[in-house]
C-alpha cells in the first residue's frame, strides 16, 4: 500500500462495532435481512421433501442428508483443531481439515516455537451449527458453507468452507472467516431445500465470483483507489487492515518527511484451487476463498528501523533491527457476499479471518 493509492481513501462509514452478536437474531422470521447480522436460518419453509423409496442408495443426496452430515461434521472440525492446538501437531487436523486451513495451522505452530505467545492468535471455531448451507448435486466437488458458532463464549461466529472431494471422501474444512459484524447478511434458503453451487465463473450475478475476489485483493492491496466504480461495500476487515499499515507507516516516518525513512505495502493476490460458493434465497451468492498477501517494509539507504523488544514479528527472525527490509506472510479466510444482477448493487464481504504466517527481514 503505496503513499500514494491510500492518501484520502478512508471511507467515513466503515466504522464498525466489535460487539459479538447474539444466536437469538436467530429466531427472527424470515424473508428479510436480519438486522443483528446473523444469517436468516431460512428464507421460506417450504415443506420437507418425500422420504427416498427403499432400496439402492439414491446417487444424489437429499438436503436433510447433507445438513445431518454436517450438524456431525462441524464437531469433529472443531475436535480436530483443538487436538492439534494442543499438541500443536498439524498432523492431527487430518482428516477433517484440510488445503489452506491446514497449512496455516502449521505456519503458526513453527511461529510458537519461537515466540509462545502465538499461541493468543490461534482461532478456532466452534462445535456448534448455527445455519448449514450445502450444495445437493450428484456431481463433485460438493460444496457446504456453515455459520457456526465461535469456540470462545459469547464469540463471533464463523463461516466455515468445506468441500467433499468424491464419494468415498468425506467433508473437510478447508478455511474460516469470522462473520463482520455491524454487515447486514443475505438469506439463504430453507435447509430442506439446498442451495446451488457456484463456480470461480458463475454467471447471473452482478460479478463473477472470481472478478469479486480479484477486486477485493486490489482494493486491499492499493484501497479504494483501486475501485473507482464503487463496486465493492465498505467493510471492517478492509478498513482495520489499512488504520493499521498507516499507522505502521506513520511510526516508521515518525520524525521526518513522508516515506523519508521507509515505506510500507501489503500485496494481496487470490490463492487458486479454494473456491466454495452457493446460492442464496435472493438470487445472489455467498462465496468463500483464501487470500495470500505479504506485507513488506522498505528502508531507504542510511536507515535503521528499530521495533519493540516485546514484537512477536521480530522474535520469530531474531532480530529487531533492520537496514533493508522487514516482511511478514499473512494467509486470509475470506466470506463474500455477491447480489444477482438482477438486484444489482455492491459486493459486501461478510467475513475475514487472517493468519500470520512468516516473517523475515535483513
Not at 535503521?304 to 514484537?311: H, L, S, W
Request: charged letters at 25%.
Amino acid at each position: 500500500m503505496t503513499p500514494q493509492t491510500l492518501r484520502g481513501t478512508a471511507r467515513k462509514d466503515t466504522v464498525m462495532s466489535t460487539r459479538p452478536v447474539g444466536r437469538r437474531g436467530l429466531l427472527l422470521g424470515a424473508g428479510g435481512v436480519l438486522a443483528t447480522g446473523l444469517l436468516a436460518a431460512c428464507g421460506s419453509e417450504p415443506s420437507a421433501p418425500p422420504a427416498p423409496p427403499t432400496g439402492k442408495q439414491l446417487a444424489e443426496p437429499t438436503p436433510v442428508q447433507t445438513t445431518e452430515q454436517i450438524e456431525e461434521i462441524v464437531p469433529e472440525v472443531n475436535a480436530a483443531v483443538v487436538a492439534a492446538d494442543e499438541a500443536k501437531d498439524a498432523a492431527k487436523l487430518a482428516p477433517r481439515v484440510s488445503g489452506s486451513a491446514a497449512e496455516f495451522r502449521k505456519a503458526v505452530y513453527g511461529l510458537i516455537e519461537k515466540a509462545p505467545e502465538w499461541a493468543e492468535d490461534l482461532k478456532v471455531p466452534g462445535a456448534g451449527t448455527i445455519v448449514p448451507m450445502s450444495s445437493v448435486s450428484a456431481e463433485f466437488p460438493r460444496v457446504a458453507i456453515a455459520l457456526v458458532e465461535d469456540s470462545v463464549q459469547d464469540g463471533v461466529p464463523y463461516f466455515l468452507a468445506m468441500q467433499q472431494k468424491d464419494a468415498k471422501s468425506g467433508y473437510t474444512a478447508w478455511g474460516w472467516a469470522q462473520q463482520a459484524v455491524g454487515v447486514d447478511m443475505p438469506t439463504v434458503p430453507n435447509a430442506v431445500v439446498g442451495s446451488e453451487a457456484l463456480t470461480a465463473d458463475a454467471e447471473g450475478l452482478v460479478m463473477t465470483p472470481a472478478q469479486a475476489l480479484e477486486l477485493y485483493a486490489k482494493v486491499l492491496t492499493d484501497g479504494d483507489a483501486a475501485d473507482p466504480d464503487d463496486k465493492l461495500a465498505a467493510n471492517p476487515f478492509q478498513t482495520g487492515t489499512h488504520e493499521r499499515i498507516q499507522a505502521e507507516r506513520k511510526e516508521l516516518n515518525k520524525g521526518v518527511e513522508w516515506d523519508e525513512a521507509g515505506t510500507i505495502r501489503e500485496t494481496y493476490s487470490v490463492r487458486d484451487g479454494e473456491l466454495a460458493g452457493l446460492r442464496t434465497e435472493d438470487g445472489g451468492a455467498i462465496v468463500m476463498a483464501t487470500l495470500m498477501s505479504s506485507r513488506k517494509v522498505a528502508i531507504k539507504d542510511g536507515a535503521t528501523m528499530r521495533y519493540a523488544e516485546d514484537n512477536k514479528y521480530t522474535k520469530v527472525i531474531g532480530t529487531r533491527e533492520f537496514t533493508k527490509q522487514y516482511v511478514r506472510e499473512f494467509g486470509t479466510h475470506v466470506a463474500l457476499y455477491i447480489p444477482s444482477a438482477d438486484a444489482g448493487g455492491q459486493v459486501q464481504p461478510i467475513g475475514a479471518t487472517q493468519t500470520a504466517l512468516a516473517a523475515s527481514g535483513e
